[in-house]
């Protein structure tokens, strides 16, 4: 019968096992993530397919500046012509009979040309033009009447130099350099336009949690009230209405903290959709104060805003594009002339091993160019055209410059204000819960009426108020300078060295 018994217990025993190794692990499952503003940021900026797209644009305009800056080391090339066969019919001059006679031609050209082509740069400095070691080998077979062939050798150095025109080598990297650097900044941009997006959400998360707080803490003032209630109304059953009254504002107030955690609930759903991540169930944000007086000069700020910004600076490429484009512009359609020199050794015969036996040299030179007369001023219209996009490009320079100026002027303001309030704030609160609490010791001696007393709770209530609008004024007059300048004054640094150091 014993081990009948034992039998039926072993397999609840085993069933209890169980759930008691599932149970933990569920329970460890459940992480707890303290979010904050960096937090936050961090996991957008993982999350986002706008970085994502922008670190990609990056890394081609880092391929195309590579593709240009190898254009100035040598480059190594073969032409073939492995056969050229031509049996037709031509039309040609004939000059002994003075008219175009129909000639079949019958040829065969194998034909070969190895060239070492290198940019000429002087002082780091590319020229525009190029110089080549070439050499050139080809067996040239011709039907007419008999069969003949032909064979030709040359090594030779040739140099082209393109003048009076635009440096197609310089401003082609010149662009790509441009293209990177803006496409950097425009990144760089980005990030700080998501952080000063994000802190929006998670500014309302943290008043809503604090808000808790300010809702816990009247709770236990109004719970220590509720006490002295009851303590008097035993005394005394006429103040059995104020133990009443009390037990309505502990209910309202519990109210008010189960509608604030719905709706920090929401918020934080809300939150999670926007960064597109999978957090846990249980997002924390801890709504504790940093207040610390940040001094600030105007002019130093303005300073920063001009050095920093990346705007001003993605103008200043695109003005310099623009001047690039108007240099093109004027090398259009205008006088040009294009230098050829060679210099070498040759030779031609009729059998292969000659080649390269009593070589002859030979030379030649070649300048030729190109004079516009007459375009009905086309050229001088697109010179004007890109004159005043230089000009335009100036002036968005000028405009962003005042619009930063006066960013710059605003938040500095702003920051100021808030932050003296605050601090402002900061010492009244403390004086509020003070007086509170002497109240509460007169209430209990029936120095002063239930009234008074949760007029002061009240006051306790409307101070911590006031003190978390400033405060989040505060957090969010130091974001908006450090937005517009890029200098985290707190941290003491710029934003483009945090975020290398993040990296």
């Known amino acids: ?74 480059k190594v090339y073969m032409r073939l012509w492995a056969p050229q066969i031509n049996a037709i019919s031509v039309y040609k001059w004939n000059s002994l009979l003075h008219r175009d006679e129909i000639v079949r ?21 590319p020229t525009n033009g190029y110089l080549s070691l070439n050499y050139k080998t080809y067996r040239y077979w011709q039907k007419d009447g008999g069969a003949e062939v032909n064979y030709y050798n040359r090594y030779f150095v040739a140099f082209e130099q393109p003048l009076f025109q635009p440096n197609t080598l310089k401003n082609n990297i010149e662009h790509a350099e441009a293209d990177l650097q803006e496409a950097e900044l425009r990144y760089l941009e980005d990030r700080v336009r998501m952080i000063d997006t994000i802190a929006d959400s998670y500014y309302e998360l943290f008043r809503m949690s604090y808000l808790e707080r300010i809702y816990g803490r009247r709770l236990k003032l109004l719970e220590d009230v509720q006490s002295a209630a009851e303590v008097l109304a035993r005394e005394d059953t006429t103040r059995k209405v104020d133990l009443i009254q009390v037990r309505v504002e502990i209910a309202n107030t519990r109210d008010r903290i189960a509608q604030n955690r719905s709706d920090l609930r929401m918020a934080i759903a809300d939150l999670k959709q926007r960064l597109r991540a999978r957090l846990p169930d249980s997002v924390v944000v801890d709504p504790a104060v940093d207040l610390r007086p940040i001094h600030v000069t105007l002019d130093d700020a303005v300073q920063k805003g001009f050095e920093l910004n990346p705007r001003l600076r993605i103008l200043a490429l695109r003005r310099r594009q623009r001047e690039i484009e108007l240099e093109n512009t004027r090398g259009w359609n205008s006088f040009r002339v294009n230098l050829e020199m060679t ?43 890109r004159s005043i996009m230089v000009k335009e490009a100036d002036l968005r320079i000028e405009a962003k410059r005042h619009e930063i100026k006066s960013d710059v002027a605003n938040a500095v303001t702003n920051l100021r204000e808030y932050q003296q309030r605050a601090l402002n704030m900061q010492e009244n609160l403390e004086m509020a819960r003070q007086i509170a ?25 409307t101070t911590e108020r006031n003190f978390l609008e400033a405060y989040l004024g505060y957090r969010r007059s130091l974001l908006k300078l450090m937005v517009v300048t890029y200098y985290d004054y707190e941290k003491d640094a710029t934003l483009l060295d945090l975020f290398l150091h993040q990296e």
């Open 1 to 74: 019968m014993r081990g009948i018994d034992k039998g039926r217990w072993v397999g609840p025993c085993l069933i209890l096992l169980l759930l008691g190794a599932v149970v933990p692990a569920q329970a460890l499952a459940q992480r707890v993530l303290h979010l904050t503003l960096d937090k936050a940021v961090e996991i957008a900026m993982r999350n986002s397919y706008d970085i994502k797209q922008l670190e990609l644009g990056i890394q081609r305009r880092k391929a195309w500046l590579r593709a240009e800056q190898a254009g100035l080391k040598s």
């Open 343 to 385: 210099y070498g050794l040759e030779r031609e015969d009729e059998r292969f091993g000659m080649l390269f036996h009593d070589l002859d040299k030979s030379y030649s030179v070649s300048a030729n160019a190109y004079l516009p007369l007459w375009d009905w001023g086309q050229r001088k219209a697109r010179i004007e055209a």
């Open 437 to 461: 609490v002497m109240n509460l010791e007169r209430y209990r001696k029936k120095q002063i009426s239930l009234q008074d007393l949760l007029q002061n709770v009240n006051q306790v209530e």
């Open 105 to 125: 031609t019958n040829t065969r050209l194998w034909q070969a040309e190895l060239s070492v082509r290198q940019p000429v740069i002087i002082l780091g400095y």
